[in-house]
């Protein structure tokens, strides 16, 4: 068996609405204001899409930034997997509809769907197919339209949620740069703390499915911050106990933009200062799936990062899932 090729990532890319939501409005939509949003999740306006943009949209810019650079043509990409649960349509899927806006020829795509966690799933399997010679060079992408399934007669979850893209290129590595690990996780049998009931087979949708709002995100707050908290904090710390380090010592974390009192909750059992984890969730609310690699590639751009720096991507979403990543930059 052939040795197993090293894999880094060489480019990184965003894509943001230029539509922006913020509290205030908000707050004329449902009973609710700028402090008590503020207050409990952090954020302060979110990103939303305009008439006639799509998931796929979003996708296909961000990859092209990150395609960009990279130094890399869309018809040199192999492998196109996007981390979505709001995709374009239920079939196709998204990423065939970002091969086709990339003109990505030669690429074969492919959705994965781990809802928040979706952009690590999809890193730790793009990497592996890179890494295995199933390809040679990999867009992996994280996108959400979240605003076309939030009920926005819901408080308590319409003021979380925005859309986004974010998006890499991998490909294999001879430098410093590197994915060193990718941890993934799951548990089953608690689809009720995060869940839309109705559009699937289980739950086709019908009148009655449309006029009980079952399209929409429903979601469990309490259950959801606790598994956060504990989720984020375990992941963290087996990604820099693989590097034979600790916690502390890591470069810089980039967790999913969940809730800003969870991340202050899970910096606080890490006893790390808020300043060691990349955070933007007052800006773009929670962009699920999209909002790890946003936040790589801003805090990439920022200069946040240095050449062999070890940093701990890491995200918990619906399913419920979890996974961490450890990069070498």
């Not at 390809?135 to 819901?154: K, P, Q």
């Not at 606080?268 to 790589?296: C, F, H, Q, W």
């Not at 946040?304 to 899932?321: E, M, N, P, Q």
């Amino acid at each position: 068996m052939a040795a197993l090729k090293r894999v880094g990532i060489f480019g990184t890319g965003t894509c943001l609405p230029s539509k922006v939501l913020t509290n205030q409005e908000l707050a004329t939509k449902v009973e609710t204001s700028d402090e008590w949003i503020q207050s409990r999740t952090g954020i302060r306006e979110r990103r939303v899409l305009s008439p006639g943009q799509y998931t796929s949209d979003l996708a296909a810019e961000a990859g092209r930034r990150a395609l960009e650079m990279a130094g890399l043509a869309a018809e040199e990409l192999d492998m196109i997997v996007v981390g979505t649960c709001t995709p374009d349509n239920l079939l196709p899927n998204t990423a065939c509809h970002v091969q086709h806006k990339l003109g990505a020829a030669n690429s074969a795509a492919v959705d994965v769907n781990a809802a928040c966690t979706g952009f690590l799933y999809s890193l730790a399997a793009g990497t592996g197919m890179v890494a295995n010679g199933t390809c040679r060079n990999a867009l992996v992408i994280g996108a959400e339209s979240l605003s076309t399934i939030v009920d926005y007669t819901d408080r308590n979850s319409c003021v979380i949620f925005g859309d986004g893209a974010g998006a890499a290129v991998l490909r294999e590595t001879d430098g410093p740069r590197e994915v060193l690990a990718s941890f993934l996780g799951a548990k089953g049998d608690v689809d009720g703390c995060m869940l839309v009931p109705a559009g699937g087979a289980r739950m086709p949708a019908t009148h009655a499915t449309v006029d009980g709002r079952k399209h929409f995100i429903q979601m469990k707050g309490r259950e959801v911050y606790e598994f956060a908290v504990r989720k984020m904090v375990a992941m963290t710390e087996r990604a820099a106990a693989h590097a034979g380090v600790q916690v502390k010592d890591l470069a810089c974390i980039v967790p999913h933009q969940v809730n800003l009192r969870i991340l202050e909750s899970a910096a606080k059992r890490l006893e790390l200062p808020m300043d060691k984890l990349y955070v933007n969730i007052d800006r773009y609310g929670n962009t699920s799936a999209a909002s790890v690699p946003i936040a790589l590639d801003e805090a990439h751009r920022q200069g946040r990062f240095k050449s062999g720096d070890l940093i701990c991507l890491v995200a918990f979403g619906a399913g419920l899932t979890w996974a961490s990543s450890l990069l070498r930059w």
